[in-house]
């Protein structure tokens, strides 16, 4: 039972680099979240998906962008990475309904150098 | 917008002794209300919600609509409880999920 698997779980990039992480889930969920939680400062949403080729912005969407092709995968992607995305960020999934549990990744430390 | 509230960042208690965390949330709405857990090195995992007006792990959390709030309570705090906590909200069903800055607990001996 994966659940919700990120990969990967550790990266450093250099300034100016991009990335792409990556989320998949294995629940048949629709909806589907990006966080990244700073030292003290909770977690933050960055984009969310209500299902396959829908995707809208959170609180911090700015340097990212996402993309939902199938309801399995949920990536988020870097550009020109700048220090200030230091982080750790975490993938989410949901079923939509009443009440609904939220499950997470593992999370992905990323520093950006 | 939707805001989630956890005015305390540490809370710092004795085995045995009883530990409120504080949530406050914004919707004025019928929002739905998680508290979510992170134990050291696990992942973010649901700790209860308050439609089900369950108690786990022996927190409880109440749904207060007149001061908006969602404070969980555990009358005796164990050594285990050590962890960082989160409340969250979601305005309708699936509706994207806001949390709150985090509350860490620390259960001394």
């Known amino acids: 039972n994966a659940g919700v698997t990120q990969t990967p779980k550790f990266r450093i990039l250099k300034i100016g680099q991009s990335m792409t992480l990556q989320c998949a889930q294995d629940m048949n969920h629709n909806y589907m979240y990006w966080y990244r939680q700073d030292p003290g400062m909770g977690l933050k949403l960055i984009y969310y998906?209500?299902?396959?080729?829908?995707?809208d912005k959170g609180e911090v969407p700015n340097g990212y962008n996402v993309s939902r092709s199938t309801t399995e995968d949920f990536p988020l992607r870097l550009e020109l990475a700048a220090p200030s995305q230091t982080s750790v960020y975490f993938c989410?999934?949901?079923?939509?309904?009443?009440?609904?549990?939220?499950?997470f990744g593992q999370g992905t430390r990323l520093t950006v150098v | 917008a939707q805001r989630v509230t956890q005015p305390e960042k540490l809370l710092s208690v004795f085995k045995g002794a009883p530990v409120e965390l504080k949530c406050n949330y914004s919707?004025?709405?019928?929002?739905?209300l998680f508290w979510y857990v992170q134990y050291s090195r696990q992942r973010l995992q649901l700790l209860l919600r308050h439609i089900s007006r369950e108690s786990i792990k022996g927190f409880t959390a109440d749904l207060n609509k007149g001061e908006t709030s969602f404070h969980l309570k555990k009358p005796f705090a164990q050594e285990e409880d050590s962890a960082m906590y989160y409340c969250a909200q979601t305005k309708a069903a699936g509706n994207k999920l806001t949390f709150g800055g985090g509350t860490r607990v620390l259960v001394k001996p």
């Open positions: 989410a999934s949901s079923s939509g309904t009443g009440g609904t549990e939220a499950f």
């Open positions: 998906s209500v299902g396959a080729g829908i995707t």
């Open positions: 919707y004025s709405g019928s929002p739905e």
